[in-house]
């Protein structure tokens, strides 16, 4: 199945532009095809970035202190 996908218009500073060029013939990949990938990949980071500044606000100094013991924790077990 297709996604159905929407058109927007997009300015950027000509560097970028030169940029994305390169990469997109690196790839042998348009320039629509990588910038689409970027903005998603980005906007998809950006929100699991506001997630987990949502979860740390909620904690508990408690909870904080023991989710630090436990991922101390860990790193000695990796060491």
Known sequence: ??????RINLNIP???RARLRAVAKRLKRT???????LLVSALERAERE???????AAM???IRRRMLEVTEAFERVDE
């Open 50 to 56: 506001e997630f987990y500044r949502g979860v740390q």
């Open 31 to 37: 320039e629509s095809e990588v910038a689409r990938e």
């Open 14 to 16: 000509p560097e970028t």
């Open 1 to 6: 199945m297709r996604m159905r996908l929407e």
């Open 60 to 62: 508990s100094p408690d």
